[in-house]
């Protein structure tokens, strides 16, 4: 199926350090949503973004919607060991029965202490 | 709030056999509840999409005579892998999207894992 471009495939930083990925599309989402997995268990929501622009944070993590609907980013703001696992891009077009997601292809970051 | 669970967690079974995996939402009801599968170091793939009380939409090269679902309630549905062989196994992992409110996200259970000898 469908899938986003998400950048980079993997990050390796040192605890402290900010932290920046993002995934783009080439159609247009309506909601985009950011997840965090760890080993052998399923996907954490992070932030939901539902407008075009919107910048949203959760703590130390901060997302945006960019404007043409296409892209979106999320900012990780002074790392620590257990920011380490693989975080999802996923993209949602919504409206009706159409709520399904199309997932980025995981970032997978690693903090060293 | 907003917690799925699954069963079981993992399960090892001889090729041929079936085996049932039950998603539920704990605190809240799902219109809709999707079903998804993850090979190691990829990404989620959906497989289908489960409406309480209608047939599941299945995506493309996904057989539905293979894997059965059954959405009886809102707060439970079943994927089941019919003649299981060594090449299903893999990471198993529903969703759900709360009736309540006009948000889209969805919550996800934490997986099972299906190996198939």
């Known amino acids: 199926g469908q899938q986003l471009n998400q950048s980079p495939q993997s990050m390796f930083i040192q605890e402290g350090e900010d932290v920046s990925m993002n995934c783009t599309s080439s159609?247009?989402?309506?909601?985009w949503l950011w997840y965090k997995q760890d080993p052998g268990e399923g996907p954490v929501l992070l932030i939901a973004?539902?407008?075009?622009?919107e910048l949203t944070s959760n703590g130390r993590l901060t997302a945006q919607f960019g404007i043409t609907r296409k892209d979106s980013f999320l900012n990780i703001s002074a790392s620590i060991p257990s920011d380490v696992g693989i975080y999802f891009c996923?993209?949602?077009?919504?409206?009706?029965?159409?709520?399904?997601?199309?997932f980025g292809k995981g970032t997978l970051l690693t903090v060293n202490p | 709030g907003a917690v799925v669970s699954q069963h079981p967690s993992r399960v090892i079974c001889k090729s041929g056999t079936s085996v049932k995996i039950e998603c539920r939402s704990l605190?809240?009801?799902?219109?809709?509840m999707f079903w998804y599968r993850q090979f190691p170091k990829q990404s989620l793939m959906l497989m289908a999409t489960?409406?309480?009380?209608?047939?599941?939409?299945?995506e493309q090269g996904v057989e539905k005579d293979k894997f059965l679902i059954n959405h009886a309630s809102l707060t439970l549905s079943t994927l089941t892998v019919t003649s299981a062989h060594p090449e299903d196994s893999s990471f198993y992992i529903c969703?759900?999207?709360?009736?309540?409110?006009?948000?889209?996200?969805?919550?996800f259970g934490p997986g099972t894992r299906l190996t198939v000898l």
């Open positions: 969703s759900a999207k709360p009736l309540a409110g006009s948000y889209n996200e969805q919550f």
């Open positions: 159609s247009i989402f309506n909601t």
């Open positions: 973004l539902y407008k075009a622009g």
């Open positions: 996923a993209g949602q077009l919504g409206g009706g029965s159409n709520y399904k997601l199309t």
């Open positions: 605190d809240f009801q799902a219109t809709t």
């Open positions: 489960s409406n309480e009380g209608s047939k599941a939409t299945y």
